[in-house]
């Protein structure tokens, strides 16, 4: 899973106008090519900051994925994805020391002409508004409840706090709209760090409940219909291997669960002391990190519920331990890890706008206000107004991802490096491109299905 950093710098005078061509290491605002560059982000904020990337609320539903695959066939598919997510960024970090380029929008330039350009960032800001938008839709269905559940049962309705879009409206002004206006992605990096810990509270608490929640249920436990029915030992055997229907189901799942390419660019060019090694440690560290996390709490969710866990972890725990501090805590920290990711999720969504209406002109402080009053208020909009908005942008999502983990890193490798197409590395980036669409086709046949199936 881990990539080596190392790599061999070509310098030619084909890579020599890369340095005249806009990128992110370009000032934000304004013109100041002639100030000496700031210290940038360090090591470990980088290193938050690109865990908040990757992981989200995705990590709910992997104790489902690891049921419907088994526990060998969960962790083979998850070394697989993240082995590739860190290959492709391994292959953008290579193509951004060759040719001086630290931007995806340029790298597209670069290998696909103007064309090239307008598609990455047209693609980066589909993806990053789908993205903003359904973690905003989450935290209008989802954090009324997860307040409300701290209160007592008898509290009247109708109070503000139980109002998702008066909450949302107010989480995004008070807290999402500070943290989105920053010049710099690397000054989240603090907020990032909170997030992880956010994350990290809701593993411990996955392994911790493992042991309150017996298997088979006593008899003396009544269930209704709908709810778990652990009711006997072979029920709790864990399996191995799982080939079903619902399998093919999990690979866009897991797939999907590493994606932050749209982060990596804007958070190397603001490392302080940037380079290719030192961005590919960063890269190694973070998958590393998430690749622990998602096996841990996918491991114990599913070894407390097996084949009868939900496809949202954090509901199982309902049926057997209503009201529980300890699951209600953890359910509101997942919640504000998503609020947190939000921010991080907009500066790439900013840049990519920028590229597309401004190109390479500077930018002034009324254009960055005004862009991101703009993406907030849109995604805001959408979240609000459309009650299906996490299934509208599935089917795009799928494809805008696949693009951006895979299929882009593998076209741009293969368009602008000078190995020759038989060398390791242009097989790799052959293998990743057929894996990006293999992957896009199988997401879109499964959301297809699943549309049919629930009309």
């Known amino acids: 899973m881990i990539i080596n950093g190392e790599g061999t710098t070509v310098h030619s005078d084909h890579w020599a106008a890369a340095e005249d061509m806009g990128s992110e290491t370009n000032p934000l605002l304004g013109n100041r090519a002639e100030e000496p560059r700031a210290k940038g982000a360090s090591f470990t904020s980088s290193v938050f900051n690109l865990m908040n990337a990757i992981m989200g609320s995705g990590i709910l539903g992997l104790a489902y994925t690891m049921a419907n695959t088994g526990i060998v066939g969960f962790c083979i598919l998850l070394l697989l994805v993240s082995s590739l997510a860190a290959y492709s960024i391994h292959l953008l970090l290579k193509l951004c020391d060759h040719t001086g380029i630290t931007s995806y929008e340029d790298l597209g330039g670069r290998a696909l002409q103007k064309p090239g350009k307008v598609l990455v960032g047209v693609t980066i800001l ?5 993205a903003m938008s359904s973690y ?7 954090l009324p409840a997860a307040i409300a559940s701290f209160l007592s049962p008898e509290t009247s309705g109708g109070a503000w706090y139980e109002d998702g879009k008066t909450l949302l409206i107010l989480v995004t002004v008070c807290v999402v709209l500070p943290l989105a206006l920053l010049p710099k992605i690397g000054f989240l990096g603090y907020t990032s760090s909170l997030a992880f810990l956010f994350i990290l509270f809701f593993t411990v608490v996955v392994v911790v409940k493992k042991s309150a929640i017996p298997c088979p249920l006593p008899s003396n436990v009544t269930l209704s219909i709908n709810q778990i029915s652990n009711s006997s030992e072979s029920e709790c055997t864990p399996k191995l291997f799982v ?41 190694n560290v ?13 491991l114990f969710g599913y070894l407390t519920f097996y084949s009868h866990v939900d496809s949202e972890l954090l509901l199982s725990y309902d049926t057997y331990l209503p009201r529980d501090v300890l699951v209600m805590a953890v359910r509101l920290a997942i919640l504000l890890a998503v609020l947190l990711t939000v ?13 597309l ?15 991101t009053l703009l993406i907030l208020t849109m995604v805001m909009l959408l979240a609000i107004l459309v ?39 242009s097989v790799g980036a052959v293998c990743l491109l057929i894996f990006g669409l293999f992957v896009g086709l199988l997401s879109l046949c499964v959301i297809v299905v699943t549309w049919a199936q629930n009309p």
Not at 258 to 281: G, W
Not at 286 to 298: K, P, Q, T, W
Not at 343 to 355: D, E, Q
Request: glycine share 4%; proline share 7%.
């Open 243 to 283: 080939i079903s229907s619902k399998s093919a189901y999990t690979i866009p799942t897991l797939a999907f669960s590493f994606l932050c390419h749209t982060a990596v660019l804007p958070i190397y060019s603001e490392m302080d002391r940037p380079s290719k090694k030192r961005m590919q440690n960063v890269t």
């Open 343 to 355: 921010p991080l999720i907009h500066f790439p969504a900013r840049k990519a706008m920028s590229v």
């Open 126 to 130: 589909i993806q990053n508004i789908g």
């Open 286 to 298: 973070s998958i590393s990190l998430s690749f622990l996390l998602y096996l841990v709490s996918a």
């Open 357 to 371: 209406f401004c190109g390479d002109r500077p930018l002034s402080w009324v254009y960055h206000i005004f862009s």
């Open 136 to 142: 905003m839709f989450i935290l209008k269905t989802e």
């Open 387 to 425: 009650p299906d908005i996490r299934n509208v942008f599935g089917v795009v999502g799928s494809t805008t991802s696949t693009c951006l983990l895979f299929v882009f890193p593998g076209i741009f490798y293969l368009r602008l490096s000078n190995q020759p197409l038989k060398s390791l590395e």
